[in-house]
Structures are given as C-alpha cells and as structure tokens.
C-alpha cells in the first residue's frame, strides 16, 4: 500500500488489496495521520467488487476527518457503477511526481495508548468525571499525538511482530478502528473484547453482517439503535408506542457529554448539567436533578428529575426503582400518583429497572424487563 | 375584605408549628373559610408533606420572590378542600433567599384574596423568624408543656411584644398528657398560663394519630373521632371568634377509669 501526495490531492494506494475489511483497516490507518486531513482524498482500488454500503462506509471514513472522498480509481466494473451512483468521480490517478510518505503506524500501539490514556483522565477525576463521548475527537487526538511521539525504530519492530499473527488481528483492529471512528454511521456494539475472543470465521461472519449483502446504510442505522426492550407498560395497555425514529434529537443526545457522580443526592441538593448525568447511589426526595440528555439513577430515584432541560423530548429518565416525586421531560410534567404514597422503599436486590420518556405528549414509564 | 394574617412560631423546634399550621389551617377551611397557608422554612420545608401535596409543588415562594411566577401559579390546592392553598417553600434554598418586605408584600397581596392567611414560621430567632412575622398582624405561639420550650416561647413573646405589627398574641398549649400532669410529672395548663402571662387559645393532648397522619400526608382534623383532631377544630373556632369551651382532654386510661367516665357522663345528661 501506498500514499501519494498529489497536487491538493491525497492519493491512497489500496490497489493490491483484495477484500472490503483489508482496505478499510488500511484506510483507516492512513487516515489517522494529520496531513490526510481537510484533503480532497482520491482512492486507487484493485479488483475488488465493493457494493454501496461499503463504498458508503469508506466515505463516511473520510469525512469524518473533515476530508473528501473525491475520486475513485478502480479496475472493478461493479465498484465503478457503485462509485459513480454515489457521486463520486471515477478517474485514473496518475502515480508519477507523487511524494511518498513514511510507513503507517500500527493500530495496535494506538490502540494500548488509548487505554492509557482512558485509565489516566479516570484517575485524574476521582469522584466527579466529566468524560466526553468515546467517539469524540479528544480522544482521537490523543491517540494521533502519542503516535507521533513514538520512535520510529519501535514501530517497526511492533509491525513485524503483527505480521505474523496477521488476519486475526488484523480483522480485530478493523473492528477496533471502525468503533473508534467518530461519525454517526458505524455500529458501535461490537465490544472490542468480544471480538478478540471470538474464533477467525465468526469475525468474518459478523463483517459480512456489516459491510455484506445488505446494501444501505440502514444496516448500521438498525444495529446502532437498540431494539425496544421494554413494550410493556405497567397500569394502561391502551397507549400504542409508536415506532421510535431516529432523529436530530436522538444525535443530540448521543453527542451530549456525561457527568457520573458517585454519590447520595439528599435533601435540598441540586444538580444542573448539560449532558447526562448519571448517578450511582440514591436521590433523595426534595433534591432537584436537571439535565439536558438522560438522567440515569442507579439506585432508587425519590426527588424530583427533569431530563431534556434545553427542550429535547427524546429525553429519557431511567433508575433502578423509579419514585420520583416529580418528573419532567422537556416541557411535560408529571407528579407521583397520590395513592404511590410510600413513606420509604426498602432497599433490595430485586429492583426493575424503570424507564421515564415522553409518549404522545404525556410521561410515560416504563418497566425495563431483561 | 381584608384577610388575617396569623404566623405560627415558637422558637424551639419540634414543639408541632408545622403541624399546627396544618390542621388550624384544614380546620378553618373545612368551617368554609379560604386560607392560604404559607411555608417560610426555606430548606426545610414539611408543611407540604402534612398536607400531602408534595408531588404538586412546581413553583415556590422563592420563585414569587424572584418573579419566575405568578403568585397565583405558586398557590396550590389542597386535594380535598379547595378553599385551603399552600404557598410552599423552596427546598434547595436558604432562610435568606426571601427577606422581610418582600413577604410582607406577598401577604399584602394575599389578604384581598384570602380570609385567612396563616404562615408557618420557623425554628429560631434569626432571620427566618423576623422575616415570617414580617407581614403578620396577629400571632400563635406553640409551646410543650416542658421547661425549655417555655423558656423559648417566654423569649419570643418578649419579641412578638417588641414587633412593629404584631398586635396580639395567643398561646397554643402542645402535646399535653393529662395522666403526668396528674402525677405532677409534668407542668399542668394553668401552670404555663402564669409563667408566661399569656392567654391561651388551645389545649392539644398528645395523640399518636399525629405520627400515623404525617406519614399519610392528611391533617388529623379530617379524623373526626381523634381528641387531638377535635381540638385543633376547636381551635379554628376560636380563632373565628366564637366561644368554645376547653375540651376535656382528661381521658383515663384504665378500665375502671373509663367507666367512672361514662357514668359520670350519664349522670350529667340525666341532671340536665
């Protein structure tokens, strides 16, 4: 594989490659690098048949590091229709007068150095940690600065290590590279260490899932948003849930950061945040917690919550036993029903986790089986 | 029609302010008065919770201070009697998010409105207790039949006398047990009546059904069969200016007590 740099544009070589995972593990690691980024990127393919969704893949790949997938240059008849229904230019890109630039880092030490990186911002805020989204760009440059820092010598060596446990690995970064990528378009429940574990076949399988048979992009769309787990509400069967879309709002939410607080929330306490917030302990009645996403309480949840306090009715309320005195979601208001008059829960092992989320203008909750 | 405002305070805590207020405010309202009732322990509030509207608070008395309201949006109404409102006091806030004229123009409001306006003072003699009798005009002091609670309502009727607007001021007589004021283990009425040179407007006895009705966020007036319900309803009564007689809280608690009680009772009925 390699990259060229050619006028204003960014030429990548995968010609040699023959599979859909192989080029975007590698494409993904050339686009870790900081020259890639706001180019016009021109890509140079082989053989390899790609249909929609993984072409659509790729370019989701490159915008998210504010590039552009401009051209395309293919020997495949397929790829070129493909390319060619999605708008993207199919050209032959000359190699000559191109800068070759230095080999690729492996994902592998950005990968450790990610870890650390995680482990360190966690130490450093014990009790309260404002942790941005996992897929946000700090971490991403975290990773792009610890790479550049690193000896060149130590790369190589790592790189020749990789080789010989090649595929596995290889499929298993892809994974890895394709979760850490910041656009909204990648699946992202495949827990790296779930893959690691797995055997070769079913990586491949669970590739094909994602980048397989199926050409849209409603694939990732319907692996990345959760089924309903929870259908069943506990007084009235008559409200129909309607179907959840997926929408501005819920990208919002999903963007929002989170604040973890490892506390009891008591009497006369208020918590404002713009994000999530998650608490692990208890709220007592006469706190006040107000967010601008959710609002999850591992524990039981007695005072008053207000989930989408900047107007998202996405919003949701979750807690481990749900007996808030009040709950408001964006501009709806609910109070405790007056017969629901417990003077205190009994603290159990056997809570159902009880969710709160606007269903046709009214707060609705939900009970959170398996 | 101008309205009474009445604040109910004490000095000492735990002495039942709250729960005066409560049940003198349900009492009035179920004998076909409007009352307000207005919560000024800001941060610790408990007066919602005995009336048991604590999951309807949405706006507070700060918020009416701070203008994020109508006054008329903070006033909420009692579940079953809808001449009773509570104007509540805020939670996560403290004694000095309202100050004393502020008050006092909110009870001034409140007065076109409302026959009665009854505020809930509280525990101390600090800011709080100078801001809630700010806007008052009359005033219920509530008092144990113990030592320290006397001494504490002796001090405050000495700053009730030396308040610009409180014009008069009456005693409230709380948890009394009979049976230790007969075993002189405990200060009888007339005893707190002279140390204090106050005249008194009632005599509670102490009633477990205070417990139970705080827990169940209902007043105990509206338990008709409670001695302590009955004697906050008359109580009500007085403070409308009629003239009830004591209750006679003296209830033996044996069998042959008890009986000596009812014949006595019949005996009564036949000489009339």
Redesign the interface.
């Known amino acids: 594989m390699e990259q060229f740099l050619n006028d204003n544009m960014y030429v990548i070589d995968l010609g040699e490659l023959n599979t859909a995972p192989e080029i975007i593990f590698e494409l993904s690691s050339v686009l870790d690098k900081e020259e890639v980024k706001n180019k016009r990127i021109c890509l140079k393919l082989g053989n390899v048949d790609l249909n929609q969704a993984q072409l659509l893949s790729i370019k989701s790949l490159i915008n998210g590091i504010d590039s552009t997938l401009s051209c395309v240059d293919t020997k495949s008849v397929e790829t070129e229709k493909v390319a060619l229904s999605l708008g993207i230019i199919v050209s032959n890109v000359s190699a000559e007068n191109a800068v070759e630039l230095a080999p690729t880092m492996p994902y592998k030490m950005a990968e450790e150095l990610k870890d650390e990186a995680i482990n360190t911002e966690t130490e450093e805020n014990e009790d309260i940690v404002e942790e941005s989204d996992i897929n946000s760009e700090s971490l991403n440059d975290a990773i792009i600065e610890d790479n550049e820092s690193l000896p060149s010598e130590q790369t190589e060596e790592s790189r020749e290590v990789e080789e010989n446990i090649e595929p596995q690995q290889e499929e298993s970064q892809i994974e890895k590279e394709v979760v850490a990528e910041p656009t909204e378009t990648i699946n992202s429940d495949i827990d790296n260490g779930v893959v690691q574990e797995t055997e070769k076949e079913e990586i491949q399988d669970e590739l094909d899932v994602i980048f397989g048979s199926t050409p849209s992009q409603t694939v990732f769309y319907d692996m990345q948003h959760p089924t309903e787990m929870y259908e069943e509400r506990e007084e009235l069967t008559d409200i129909i849930v309607p179907e959840q879309e997926y929408t501005k709002e819920d990208i919002e939410l999903e963007s929002f950061p989170t604040k973890y607080i490892k506390q009891t929330i008591r ?4 918590i404002n945040y713009e994000g999530n917030i998650v608490i692990i302990g208890d709220c007592h ?4 917690v107000t967010a601008f996403g959710d609002i999850t309480v591992w524990g039981i949840l007695s005072g008053i919550a207000h989930a989408g306090a900047g107007g998202n009715q996405k919003a949701k309320v979750r807690a481990l036993k749900m007996n808030a ?2 709950l408001r979601i964006a501009n709806c ?1 609910s ?2 029903p ?1 017969s629901l ?1 417990t ?1 205190y829960i009994e603290k159990t092992n056997s809570f159902t986790p009880e969710e709160a989320r606007i269903v046709n203008g009214e707060i609705v909750v939900f009970k959170m089986n398996d | 029609m101008a309205g009474r405002v009445i604040v109910i305070t004490s000095g000492k805590g735990g002495v039942g302010k709250t729960t005066t207020s409560a049940n003198i405010g349900t009492a009035l309202a179920k004998n076909g008065h409007s009352v307000v009732l207005v919560d000024t322990d800001i ?1 610790l509030r408990n007066l919602d919770l005995l009336l ?1 509207l ?5 706006y507070t008395l700060v918020d009416v201070v701070e203008e994020r309201c109508k006054l008329k949006q903070a006033l909420v109404k009692d ?1 079953k009697n809808p001449n009773l409102c509570l104007l509540a006091a805020a ?2 806030r403290d004694k000095s998010s309202v100050s004393a004229e502020q008050l006092k123009k909110i009870t001034e409001k409140l007065k076109k409105d409302y026959d009665y306006i009854l505020i809930d003072c509280p525990a101390g003699i600090e800011q709080g207790f100078q801001t809630a009798i700010a806007g008052a005009s009359e005033a219920i002091v509530v008092t144990t039949p113990e030592m320290s609670a006397v001494r504490d309502a002796d001090r405050i009727i000495g700053l009730l006398e030396a308040a610009d607007g409180i014009e008069s001021y009456k005693l409230l007589l709380n948890r009394v047990r009979p049976n230790m004021i007969k075993s002189k283990d405990m200060m009888s009425v007339e005893d707190v009546e002279n140390i204090l040179s106050c005249q008194k407007i009632g005599v509670i006895p102490e009633d477990t059904g205070i417990i139970t009705s705080t ?3 209902e007043p105990i007036v509206n338990n008709e069969k409670s001695l302590a319900g009955k004697a906050y309803m008359n109580v009500a009564r007085r403070i409308n200016g009629e003239d009830v007689p004591f209750l006679d809280i003296d209830e033996p608690k044996d069998f042959v007590g008890k009986l000596k009680k009812f014949f006595s009772g019949l005996k009564k009925q036949g000489k009339e």
């Open positions: 009497s006369g306490q208020v009645p006469g706190c006040e005195i009040q208001y109070r405790r007056d008059n003077v | 941060g048991g604590e999951n309807r608070i949405v579940k939670q996560t827990n169940r966020g």
